[in-house]
């Protein structure tokens, strides 16, 4: 689906990190150089963090997973990628030097990004041969939740360099905002910063502790932000007159001895081990990756409420999240054509972090979205795709019988096959099965399988109707070859009938 098909990070930490997980989940091979010696361990983290929050984040089909690899050099990292992004520690004359690396050894087409939270792209670009590809993509922590990135040019930059940059944002999820004129700290980081500053004021000044000030944040206006900004926040808070009365009524207020923003406070030792001493407690004892999956877990929880706003459309980051699973499920590929003479075998996926319950193994509710997904790729295989649906009919589910057989566990490969046991021009009716692979060995077991009802549906008219034939036609010669296979055990159970012994295969 991305413009791009390989990707190479230098730097693996927090923002780099962040980066490669973002690039692999929309399908992006990625080529990694990092001389820390716990880089394969830090990124191997931070990518089972964002798998864990995409399984909660989004049930539309993600692309296959890109393809990882750690280089022994840089010039090795970028010699075959599209996009290469720059995210080592924030020095100048480190980051020139890196920078002046990655552009001898790229390919002449290849964009440059820097994750510079502040440095000018033209100071970035002194010295480099091929100084227009060169942009500053400034994203937010945790990257591959946080959509957004500001996308800054330098003196050199081409229009189209900032083009192509916004185009493989967006195509990965992201929304690239162009910032119009170079700045030190960009936009972002320069209200962070007033807010920082603030902030260490007062609790230097012993106004509150910093749970306290979180608190004001998360609890009020953070909330806010969240989904309207600052300028459409007061935009409301002028009433029905709007922006034009708030400035009359708050202006004035500026002129008033506030805040310390011009004043900056001394981060002596002493005020580092009160606000570090501050900060452990605030923790409880959670460690830094508990930490991220509770902030990963809230971002989620924030961004899906924002996506059902505005009547289903979105709101904010939200409206992204729709679109982005729209274009997801838009794209998503029919499967290939399987063969009829066994019950046809459409899904294979793995049980994610995000799926486990406190009992250890895949929740309940993720054996059914699994079967959910299985019945999806075989409407997708016989012509019931998005578009379809979008044209305004469907199948729906309207029965569903499941039985749990055996436990799924974190990391195993599951597949699923699916089994027509009966059709006409409205209705469906499958058997699904679903396994799981455990072991270098390739251990499979069943874990769970589920019989299901569709039913064809004018959504205009509210009502059951026929398949067009095109539909049909495709569906058929699946049932007919299904209807010469045994009927599967399990098929036509009654909750709580006994189990019958499995029949070999």
Not at 281 to 296: F, K
């Amino acid at each position: 689906m991305a413009p791009i098909c390989r990707a190479a990070c230098i730097g693996g930490g927090v923002i780099g990190g962040g980066w490669i997980a973002r690039f692999l989940l929309a399908g992006i091979d990625v080529t990694v150089f990092d001389p820390h010696p716990e880089a394969q361990r830090i990124v191997g983290e931070v990518i089972a963090n964002a798998e864990r929050a995409y399984g909660l984040l989004t049930q539309a089909p993600l692309p296959p997973r890109g393809r990882l690899a750690f280089c022994a050099s840089l010039e090795e990292a970028v010699k075959d990628a599209e996009w290469v992004q720059e995210s080592v520690p924030e020095r100048l004359d480190l980051k020139r030097s890196v920078l002046a690396q990655i552009d001898a050894a790229a390919p002449a087409g290849a964009l440059i990004g820097s994750s510079t939270s502040g440095l000018l792209p033209s100071d970035l670009q002194a010295g480099l041969a091929h100084s227009e590809r060169l942009f500053v993509a400034h994203p937010y922590n945790p990257v591959y939740l946080l959509p957004l990135a500001e996308i800054v040019g330098g003196r050199a930059t081409v229009p189209d360099t900032i083009e192509r940059a916004k185009a493989v944002l967006d195509a990965i999820g992201m929304k690239g905002v162009v910032i119009a004129r170079e700045i030190e700290a960009f936009v972002g980081d320069r209200l962070l910063e007033a807010l920082w500053r603030e902030a260490l004021w007062l609790i230097k000044d012993d106004i509150c502790d910093v749970e306290t000030l979180d608190d004001v944040i998360r609890y009020s206006f953070g909330l806010r932000w969240a989904q309207m900004g600052l300028f459409q926040t007061y935009r409301i808070a002028g009433g029905e007159a709007g922006m034009r009365h708030f400035l009359a009524q708050f202006g004035p207020c500026l002129k008033w001895p506030w805040t310390r923003l011009t004043d900056v406070v001394n981060l002596d030792d002493a005020l580092v081990e009160k606000i570090g001493a501050q900060s452990d407690a605030q923790a409880g004892g959670l460690s830094i990756r508990e930490l991220e999956r509770i902030r990963d877990e809230n971002l989620v929880g924030i961004l899906q409420a924002l996506k059902a706003g505005d009547g289903g459309a979105g709101w904010g980051a939200g409206a992204l999240l729709a679109d982005f699973e729209h274009r997801l499920l838009a794209g998503a590929r029919a499967p290939a054509a399987a063969d009829p003479s066994g019950p046809l075998e459409l899904l294979e996926c793995r049980v994610s972090p995000a799926w486990i319950d406190y009992n250890g193994h895949m929740t309940e509710h993720r054996y059914l979205q699994v079967f959910g997904d299985t019945t999806d790729a075989l409407l997708r295989l016989i012509g019931v795709d998005l578009a379809y649906v979008e044209a305004g009919h469907s199948y729906y589910t309207v029965e569903t019988h499941m039985r749990h057989l055996d436990e799924a566990h974190l990391g195993e490969t599951l597949r699923t096959t699916c089994q027509i046991l009966a059709m006409d021009d409205k209705r469906i009716h499958l058997f699904h099965r679903l396994f799981a692979v455990a072991g270098r060995e390739g251990v499979e077991r069943e874990v769970a399988s589920a019989e299901q009802m569709l039913l064809h549906v004018d959504v205009a008219a509210g009502r059951a109707g026929p398949a067009p034939e095109a539909v049909l036609a495709r569906l058929r010669p699946i049932a007919d070859a299904h209807a010469r296979l045994a009927m599967p055990e399990g098929a036509g159970r009654s909750v709580g009938a006994k189990r019958v012994a499995a029949v070999a295969e």
